[in-house]
């Protein structure tokens, strides 16, 4: 199934589970991706930020992509393909389209400053994997130090017919989702699919913004499709009640640094991943860390009976 500029819902962003030795868990792997199916995410990303993608190898990410497309059935499967190298972008990208996927997910690198090299970058960028592979924009500045205004992403957008969804992440991104929309009311911008990130901490405004969906990671995916749901069906107050009883959890998952270790021990704890390990250079959490999230969870579980582990 081909990622379209109308593709919606709860994409979430797979984590990749490890022993503790550091190799892959597949059957936390095979477990994991289940999930997603399961509780009935409309698509999976894999090969993200937060599933480790650097620390791979070129083997372990192409049986990645191969196991999500395998388990998700015929739900679309998005792979993060950047790369500091056209080459590697390239090969990860035909092998993954190859597999399955239905598009794939390209970040800036950290060196472009002007729009002139962001625009030209993702000029390049399509060059390299083909004008045939259906992509996504990663505006992620709190990690990339690249900023795209919305004049710029509309810019891409328009030039390059293959470029279909904005996974938009920055912080705050109120108002770019509304400029951006503001563009296709007048005109200016063709359809494009805008799925938000940020590990859900807006994701309430940002649907009332025009979001057509979340496509991030979050211990408990279920409320991602929760509030998306809701948003959709118009039941503004309802999204809200669910998003408020987990952003306590939210917002500990999101400290820069340990979110990643936060949001494994939760997996973990919920019986989805075996370990909560993740492949060196790594941050763990403290055992002080460690009783603030249960503290978080108990708390949670009086609301929500999915946290009561």
């Not at 399509?126 to 592979?133: K, M, S, T, Y």
């Not at 990690?143 to 470029?163: D, F, L, N, Q, Y």
């Not at 959890?249 to 820069?256: A, G, H, I, V």
Request: hydrophobic fraction near 45%; charge should be neutral; aromatic fraction near 6%.
């Amino acid at each position: 199934m081909a990622l379209t500029a109308h593709s919606g819902g709860v994409f979430p962003i797979a984590p990749t589970p490890f022993l503790p030795a550091g190799e892959i868990d597949w059957l936390s792997v095979d477990r994991l991706y289940g999930h997603y199916e399961t509780i009935g995410s409309d698509g999976l990303t894999v090969l993200g930020m937060m599933g480790e993608a650097p620390k791979l190898e070129p083997a372990e990410s192409l049986t990645l992509v191969r196991r999500a497309v395998g388990i998700m059935g015929r739900k679309p499967v998005i792979v993060g393909v950047s790369a500091p190298g056209f080459a590697a972008m390239r090969s990860l990208a035909r092998e993954a389209m190859e597999a399955g996927a239905a598009g794939v997910m390209i970040a800036p690198p950290n060196t472009l400053r002007t729009d002139d090299q962001i625009s030209g970058y993702y000029a390049q960028a399509v060059d390299a994997i083909g004008p045939d592979v259906p992509w996504v924009i990663q505006d992620f500045p709190l990690m990339t130090s690249v900023v795209m205004t919305a004049g710029v992403i509309r810019r891409i957008v328009m030039a390059h017919p293959s470029c279909v969804m904005l996974k938009a992440e920055d912080w705050p991104g109120l108002e770019k989702i509304s400029a951006l929309r503001g563009f296709q009311s007048d005109g200016s911008l063709r359809p494009l699919s805008i799925m938000v990130a940020n590990g859900g901490l807006f994701l309430d405004f940002e649907m009332a913004r025009g979001a057509d969906g979340s496509n991030t990671g979050y211990a408990f995916p279920e409320l991602l499709i929760d509030v998306v749901r809701l948003s959709k069906a118009g039941q503004r107050d309802a999204a809200q009640d669910a998003f408020d009883t987990h952003l306590p959890l939210l917002r500990y998952e999101q400290q820069p640094g340990v979110g990643l270790a936060v949001r494994k021990y939760v997996l973990m704890r919920r019986g989805l991943i075996a370990h909560d390990a993740q492949r060196k250079p790594a941050a763990g959490l403290s055992a002080l860390a460690r009783s603030e999230v249960d503290y978080l969870l108990a708390r949670l579980a009086r609301s929500d009976a999915r946290a009561a582990l």
